[in-house]
């Protein structure tokens, strides 16, 4: 079985039907802050969090890498945040911008 | 018929009159483009479910569920502090329904992977063309002698699936004298939940120590020492539950007696047996012989969630044979489903799958409002074939906190309505 590899570079490098290949691996990626932020990246109601569908690509992008590098206070996202790259932060914020609020 | 026309046609009919009759039909008509099914409603299975029919609803999904409604076990501990209760813990398969997945409240008893079908207990076969099997936990009995008959007789609890024994071990909890023992024995690793035992000896401390603070905690763990969270834990112990509780590690109980359990080394007196007997995967994947290591767990491929051992069928969650440093969590079985419905769906529509990526995150309580976390991301490493840590990434909470504590309700509410709403 052929498996895409999403890591590193690859996703925004894919070789074949990239835009759509591109928002399923961007899906795969994002289903998996669901967990917190909610589906589609929309929180319970009254939740403590901001809801990230609809909110502009770059802000989530600046946020993300924010947390990484340490420029951002969080209880959390400093260490999720470590684990991406730059294409799948971009990836990500690319796919919870495109979800309706 | 036209496809929409079938759908509507077996959702009218499972609705109106009862699992079988409309499952019957669908499993003679020509479904739409295929369908899954799914044994078990727990965070793996109802994940699953509903990411399949949101993501290419083509796709008929139909859950297999024996308990008419999701009792959660993260937060459960919070139910014997006295600190929330069932209901709030409690979630029904509704939600499922209006993504179109088809609940069937009933125990699938056998697998026939060669025809593809799956047996249910009151009769009747459901053909798949893929089978999800996410079985959860069930308990090594034989390991513990006399558990068995204390534990039909009420003698002793394990309250570590969520439901009647929670309610039970909160009803002993309420009844024990002031000045009496609390007994929780852990199982050595792996086992369901690795902070969950000591989330739960720190929300009975915190009830204890307000009720009948003449009370003590005993913790008998089977491992050397606490195995998620320990400094985090240890310090909370001192600092809220100064000589409330007592933890002895290498303790592994061998044996339950009347009002006492024994280790290795000797008897231990108690007001309230709080057992853990060490964990398998659920019986159903020892049926369908998905069992693959220790007569214990399965095996799987980290890039789809399919068995090693039976082609076409999923596993999630607790019963599989754990990756390295993965923990067996509510947050890790979803995020086994949403790797295994990815996988489906670009298998059933002729794509490859691509390789997974997941976060876990498991909040523990040390006090009403007070929480602790422990988070790490997983990625597919292709030299050990497996999903490994991001080196780098994750690790624990700085310090104890209420912050922590909203956060870890908001992880709750959210992981139930991303899994069943």
Redesign the interface.
Known sequence: ???????GAALMALPFSAGA?DM??S???A?????????HGK??PN???IPLAGLPRDHIAAQMRAFRDGKRPA??MH??????TDP?IDAMAAWFAAQKR | MKRRDFLKLASAVSATAGSLTGLAGCATSAPSKARVVVIGGGFGGATAAKYIRMWDPSIDVVLVEREAAFVSCPISNLVLGGFTGMEDISRGYDGLRRHGVTVVQDEAIAVDAAKKSVRLARGGDIAYERLIVSPGIDFMLGEIQGYEGAMQSGAVLHAWKAGQQTVALRQKLQQMRDGGVYLLSIPLAPYRCPPGPYERVSMVAAYLKQAKPRSKVLVLDANPDVTSKGPLFKRAWNELYPGIIEYRGSAKVVAVEAGAVRTEFDSVRADVLNVVPPHRAGDIAAKGGLITTNNRWCDVDWRTMESKAVKGVHVLGDATLSAPVMPKSGSMANNHAKIAAAAIVAQLNGRSPILPKIINTCYSFVSQKEAIRVSSVHEWEPEKETLVPVKGAGGVSAARSEAEGTFAWNWARTIWADSLA
Do not use: D, E, S, W
């Not at chain 1, 669901?34 to 589906?39: D, E, F, R, V």
């Not at chain 1, 260490?79 to 991406?84: D, E, N, P």
């Open positions: 079985m052929k498996f895409i590899i999403i890591t290949q399923v691996a899906r795969n990626l289903a998996a802050c669901a967990i917190c932020h909610g589906t929180p319970a939740a403590p969090l209880t959390v260490q999720i945040a470590k684990g991406y799948q």
